[in-house]
């Protein structure tokens, strides 16, 4: 088979796979390489499932907004698998004052950006959700919010990117960019090398030393963040949760389990003896505590099973988007920082967009790779 | 672990026991195992995430072993080339309560 293609993918996560679903339906041809073993090893498989606009940064919230104005609704209907798009809305608890002035903060620079959230206080929040702790005074509430399945939805970009003729390569990891009379044309990897026109790299926190190629740098680092997982239950509710110190979030998913992310304050410090994405001894019983009080009536509910996964955290807490002038044919799309997930389908559709008209619908300048500056 | 094409020559060819509930926790059947083989679900780990085989209370520990044969005749493999999904802690069903609780008797 030949190696040349339009466009080459680094990184079979959920953003490439999305871009490479949005590239081969407008006839692009595709070429996707994954390092690991499995579609969307790394942060694609291992986040809470947010599709939020509330508490994003005004930078990132356009693209939150676009997709779940315009992409979201139709698309379990669009790939034929079910993502479980659950717009019921966010709620972002506060248990102290000082919480309630984060939520306030967060709230009015998300109303001045056009969103629809508000403050609501116990009496509200007691009806949205009466499951919840009485230690909850107040919270953030933006109905048009929600949560997705982020396993179905990255493999279901996935399947319909290779239904349409999207060449997949798993196992295969890029080692290098090179130039070709000034402009980005080859990728070699481990087994291969790759020619395209156009080379996106969406490798999560494996895009720094791959940008460094060609001597772009991206300033990220990994922070390990883990989840629990309970045995199916009742039905409860359907909000996607948060609380104000970004310390506890979770939602019940379709099937009936509840994931629920946690920490333990050892955050940054903790021990991967294996180098597996193993889960921090101390972080799960941490999260139960915290579970139990906004829920004390999970207590009895069993868990599962626990996992946990690297964000790609952003020296400026934003994604890095776009074209690389400096590098012509190169894309970046990585650094999302913890909320790739829930604009993962509008990044897809923007890049692809961007790659073939050389425009983008949600104005994404505000993310490019050189916007760094040190502070003195 | 090498550089794996996702591609599959062979096309699913329905059978009569294609009804059979192979993964008991959350009821997923040889056929939709083998249909996912097609759709390009080529890892155990990505059979999981696709399906949820071997998510449910047992964790895998019951279906495991027949999800992984059945998906190597699919792809017409040895059975050895399959990697087992990733066990996760922890090993047995726990309560919150008992999780959440770190202190040590005397």
Known sequence: MSNTSDVIIVGGGVIGNAAAYYLSKKGVSVTVLEGSADIGHGGSSRNGGGVRQSGRDPREL???????????????????????????????????????DILRKLTDRAIACGLDVRMIGYEEIKSINPYLSDEVIGASWCPTDGHA???????????NARRLGARFISGEKAVKLQKVKGRLRKVVAESG??????????????????????????????????????????????????AAEADFYGHQSKH?????????????C???????????????????????????????????RTWAGFIDVCADGVPVLGNAEEVPGLVIACA????????????????????????????????????????? | ???????????????DDDGVVVCRCEEITKGEIRRAVHDGIFTM??????LRAGMGLCQGQTCAKNVKALMARELGVPPLELEHATARSPMRPVEMYVLANEEVAD
């Open chain 1, 62 to 100: 356009p693209l939150a907004m676009y997709g779940i104005q315009n992409l979201w609704p139709g698309l379990s209907g669009e790939l034929g698998i079910d993502t479980e798009y659950t717009p019921k809305g966010n709620l972002r608890l506060g248990k102290t004052q000082a919480h309630l």
């Open chain 1, 149 to 159: 399945n982020p396993l179905t939805a990255t493999l279901g970009f996935y399947v």
């Open chain 1, 193 to 242: 090398v790759y020619e395209a026109e156009t080379v996106i790299v969406a490798a999560g926190l494996e895009s720094r030393p791959l940008l460094n190629t060609v001597g772009i740098d991206v300033p990220m680092t990994g922070n390990l963040m883990e989840c629990l997982v309970t045995e199916a239950q009742p039905y409860l509710f359907d909000q996607m949760l948060g």
């Open chain 1, 256 to 268: 009936g389990s509840f994931v629920f992310g946690g920490s333990s304050g050892f955050e940054g």
């Open chain 1, 270 to 304: 903790t021990l991967d003896k294996s180098g597996l994405l193993e889960n921090y001894e101390k972080t799960a019983p941490a999260t139960c505590r915290g579970i139990m009080r906004y829920f004390p009536d999970l207590k009895r509910a069993k868990i599962i």
């Open chain 1, 336 to 376: 999302f920082s913890g909320h790739g997930f829930g604009i993962s389908p509008a990044v897809g559709y923007n890049l692809a967009e961007l790659i073939t008209t050389g425009k983008t619908p949600v104005d994404i300048s505000a993310l490019r790779y050189d916007r760094f500056k040190a502070k003195i």
């Open chain 2, 1 to 15: 672990m090498g550089a794996v094409e996702r591609i599959l020559e062979r096309e699913f060819v329905p059978a």
């Open chain 2, 45 to 50: 780990t990505e059979m999981r995430r696709y």
